[in-house]
Each structure stands twice: as structure tokens, then as C-alpha cells.
């Protein structure tokens, strides 16, 4: 009876070395870290994610102005309204505050890859243009 329980338990010892095997093999396999590549623009490299490369606002859709909706409440008195407004994300121009109407990411300049971390110097550059 003893030798069956052994003879039994054998392939369960020898499973934890073949699984240790593969999981060595996926890791060689697995992409690496990469220091440069950017990450806001990870999906869709140089697409600028906030306008997905349409270089028009996502807040208002381009329009530069944007509708504002007040429900009604008859339990006080307020009957419905609506009104229109400059879009204070870009000001009323309609183009993408973050790309500059460009439709490249921003971090990036549209490579894919970041050379400098240094964000901060980036948008004083932008300001100056």
C-alpha cells in the first residue's frame, strides 16, 4: 500500500519543476522595462490621448463653446434653462489645449520616446510659442 502511495505521488513532485521551467521561458519572453517610451501615448504612439489626434477639444468638441442645461424643479420654482458659454479649456479656439491644435502627444512631440523628463521646461516652451 505504501509503495502505491509513493509510486502515485511521484508525477505530483516532478509537476512543480516543469511549471518553474515554463514560467522561466514566458519570462525571457516578456517585453522589458523601457525607460523611454512614453507613457501617454502608450496605445497609439505620437497620437495625443485627450483629442485621440482630431486636434479639436474634448471638452467642447471643437466648437469653443459649450451648452449649459439646468433642470427644472417645480418643487421650487425653477423652470428649465440653458444658456451658452466660452469653453474655458481652450478658451474658445477649439483646438486641443494640451497637443496645441497639432494632434501629436505632448509629452513626446509625437516620437513615441521621451528624452527628457524635465515636463515642467517643456510647457514654459510651449507658453513662449
Not at 485621440?52 to 474634448?58: E, F, I, R, V
Not at 418643487?75 to 428649465?80: H, L, S
Amino acid at each position: 500500500m505504501k509503495r502505491r502511495s509513493f509510486l502515485a505521488a511521484l508525477p505530483a513532485l516532478a509537476l512543480p519543476a516543469a511549471v518553474l521551467v515554463s514560467c522561466a521561458r514566458d519570462e525571457k519572453r516578456a517585453p522589458r522595462y523601457d525607460p523611454h517610451e512614453c507613457p501617454f501615448c502608450k496605445t497609439r504612439k505620437g497620437t495625443c490621448t485627450y483629442c485621440n489626434g482630431t486636434k479639436k477639444c474634448s471638452f467642447c468638441g471643437g466648437k469653443g463653446r459649450r451648452k449649459l442645461v439646468i433642470p427644472d424643479l417645480p418643487e421650487q420654482n425653477i423652470k428649465p434653462s440653458s444658456y451658452e458659454e466660452t469653453c474655458h479649456n481652450c478658451d474658445g479656439k477649439g483646438v486641443c489645449r494640451y497637443c496645441g491644435g497639432k494632434g501629436t502627444c505632448w509629452a513626446c512631440s509625437g516620437t513615441g520616446r521621451i528624452e527628457s523628463w524635465d515636463f515642467y521646461s517643456k510647457a514654459k516652451e510651449l507658453e513662449k510659442k
